[in-house]
């Protein structure tokens, strides 16, 4: 199945090529088709299955005729970073039919929001909170809401949101198209759904619970050595296509680099590159060229993951929103995938926070005949020789790891000469030394 069954305006055919997307996932399949047929739909699907897009690609095709600048279409998330995920997502998906989206959620300064509505926007993407403040302050105005999506429903019961959404929902036209999105279904889920929605399709992917296909595992391990180590785990791995994650463009370039000298089919992508260099490796990514593709987040987002096996957090992703961002990238539908993080002692309590949201603790990893124990480099500039040289097939060149270089972020040119000659310390504790929190609940978030 391509996209073209679906008969979308050509506009948005051409925003979907342009990000990416080659064949619909099958939560896509399966809930396109009825919300083009303007029916209610409850769908299960959690984060990673491609669920925004199954909304989004029908709100563009209704909103793309019509009045604009008229707020025509509501999607309700329970967090910024959700909402923000699906204002980029209409941004890309939406490139060519000039529609506008605004996002509107609390913890800033409202003013930019309320300008942005003022200049006009077609589709709303909105907190509960704040929308009902601009609500109330007559700056918001629903009354044309033809679709409204309530997305990730579950979570924002949890998230006290019930009230609001109630609230919200008296204001909306009753005429309307309603689809309400969750991870899961629990009993209040469905009274919601059943008190709103009509005679709506219920489509199903997955599990509800985290990706089971994937496994996620972290690496504890020092700044510098997490280039050779990243290297030796491809080595030592059977992998076929690798995603890496770097926090910065520069990073994702320099990574690149390296790797390539080593041997590695590796390609970078950040957000710097020009378009035609973005798909020459998109495309070499996907085609098999490379192997390996190391990217930023911004940049990563698009890209077609069916082949992917490996998601690799070089670099900690900022929230467990990225984090499941990124590892849903990996193990869709039936395939299996791996997701390893890269674990410094300053991403410590972000793993606890991790492992909380996905209610299972993550497997720690130490590599084996792997030299843990590798001193920082010393000089101020981090010139970070990596001893053991090694050669890769087809490569002739002696590798010499230079990725953390000046990389202060990473790698602290101000170490301590006597604490990068101190002997390591067993690294198998780390990053989870005694009386690190338990787990406290089941409950799963953004991956589910
Ligand atoms: P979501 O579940 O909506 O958060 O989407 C997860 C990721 O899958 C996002 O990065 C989307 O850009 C990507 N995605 C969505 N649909 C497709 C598709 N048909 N092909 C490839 N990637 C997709």
Redesign the pocket.
């Known amino acids: 199945m391509n ?1 073209e069954s679906f008969n979308l305006h050509p506009h948005i055919e051409s925003g ?1 090529r342009a ?7 099958p ?2 399949i399966q809930a396109i088709p009825p919300i083009l047929q303007n029916k209610d739909v409850m769908a299960q ?10 909304f989004v690609l029908p709100i563009l095709q209704r909103l793309i005729d019509g009045p604009r600048k008229r707020i025509r279409a509501l999607i309700i998330a329970p967090t910024r970073e959700l909402a923000e ?2 204002h980029e ?1 209409i941004g ?1 998906l939406g490139r060519y039919t000039k529609l506008k989206s605004v996002t509107i959620y609390g913890g800033v300064n409202q003013n930019l929001q309320i300008r942005k509505l003022q200049s006009g926007a077609d589709i709303v993407v909105a907190c509960p909170g704040r929308l009902i403040d601009l609500m109330d302050k007559g700056i918001v105005d629903l009354k044309r809401i033809e679709v409204l999506v309530l997305d990730e429903a579950d979570r924002m019961f949890d998230m006290g949101f019930l009230p609001d959404v109630q609230n919200i929902l008296k204001r909306l036209p009753v005429e309307r198209q309603t689809l309400l999105f969750s991870a899961t279904m629990p009993d209040d889920v469905r009274n919601l759904a059943e008190s709103v929605l009509r005679n709506p399709v219920a489509v199903q992917v997955g599990d509800a619970a985290p990706i089971s296909t994937v496994s996620h595992a972290i690496y504890p391990v020092d700044p510098h050595l997490k280039a050779p180590l990243l290297m030796k785990i491809l080595d030592s791995t059977d992998t076929a296509s690798v995603l890496v994650f770097t926090r910065t463009k520069d990073r994702a370039t320099r990574l690149a680099r390296q790797m390539k000298r080593s041997g590695f089919l590796v390609t970078s992508l950040q957000g710097d590159l020009p378009q035609n260099k973005r798909q020459e490796a998109l495309d070499g990514f996907r085609n098999g060229k490379y192997q390996v593709l190391v990217a930023t987040d911004i940049a ?7 082949k992917i096996s490996h998601v690799i957090n070089y670099d900690m992703p900022d929230t467990v929103d990225a984090y499941t ?1 990124r590892i ?2 990996t193990g ?1 539908a039936t395939r299996t995938g791996d997701a390893f993080t890269f674990v410094t002692r300053p991403d410590r309590a972000f793993v606890w926070t991790i492992e909380n949201v996905l209610g299972e603790k993550l497997e720690r990893r130490i590599l084996p005949n792997f030299d843990y124990t590798i001193p920082a480099p010393v000089t101020s500039k981090g010139s970070g020789h990596f001893p053991t040289s090694r050669k890769r097939p087809g490569s002739t060149r002696v590798v010499r790891d230079t990725s953390e270089r000046n990389d202060r972020s990473s790698m602290p040119a101000s170490r301590p000469t006597s604490g990068a000659r101190r002997g390591r310390k067993d690294l198998s504790q780390f990053p989870f030394p005694a009386g690190s929190p338990q787990m406290k609940s089941r409950r799963s978030h953004g991956m589910r």
């Open positions: 996209f979907v990000i990416g997307y080659t064949e619909p996932t939560i896509q699907a959690q984060t990673g299955t491609g669920k925004t897009a199954a995920q699906t997502a890309h990563a987002r698009g890209i077609d993951v069916s961002h849903g990238r869709r």
